[in-house]
């Protein structure tokens, strides 16, 4: 539709599409992974949804860059990012800004996804008539209890003054 309607904009798409390609595709069949490789990989996969929903959707990221080598679970943080975009951002007519942010906090990785979408009082992910929904925090939450056992979490609340806010500590 957009080579048709938009010649520029669809070779844009195409360019950050090759892009979130090259980064997800290796990344499908890692083990583990760094907190920086999993960047590299959501940033093209936000840019791809910019450039679908336009003005709507905005992003921060807030990572040290001497966070990057640190040990991390593959497709987790993109999945985090999925996550606001779908049951947040989209959902929202305005839209809204996904912030993701990484820190040391008392010898822990904490790596936060936050929105400025619709937020859990619109119905919360967990809730039993959600199909389908709160299977992708699920299977983190597993993945993590295998990979650090007794020593990760996956926390979800609701975002102040609006949207929701995901914490994985390490």
């Known amino acids: 539709y957009l080579i048709e309607t938009d010649p520029k904009r669809a070779s844009e798409m195409q360019k950050v599409l090759i892009s979130y390609l090259r980064a997800a595709l290796p990344q499908m069949r890692q083990e583990s992974s760094t907190l920086g490789r999993e960047l590299a990989l959501i940033r093209p996969y936000l840019e791809l949804l910019k ?3 336009e003005d709507r959707l905005t992003y921060d990221i807030q990572v040290p860059t001497g966070l990057e080598s ?6 987790v943080l993109q999945t985090l990012v999925e996550n606001a975009i779908k049951h947040g951002i989209e959902p929202k007519p305005e839209g809204g800004r996904v912030t ?8 822990q990785l904490r790596v936060e996804v936050a929105d400025t979408g619709l937020g859990l009082n ?3 992910i967990f809730a039993s008539n959600t199909q389908g929904m709160g299977l ?8 993590l209890a295998l990979l650090y056992p007794g020593v990760s979490s996956l926390d979800l ?4 003054p609006e ?8």
């Open 100 to 107: 993701v942010s990484a820190q040391v906090v008392d010898g």
């Open 51 to 53: 450039l679908r929903i």
């Open 70 to 75: 640190t040990v991390f679970p593959p497709m």
């Open 136 to 143: 992708g925090l699920d299977n983190i939450r597993n993945r």
């Open 122 to 124: 619109h119905g919360h």
């Open 163 to 170: 949207g929701t806010v995901v914490t994985l500590t390490i």
């Open 157 to 160: 609340r609701a975002g102040v």
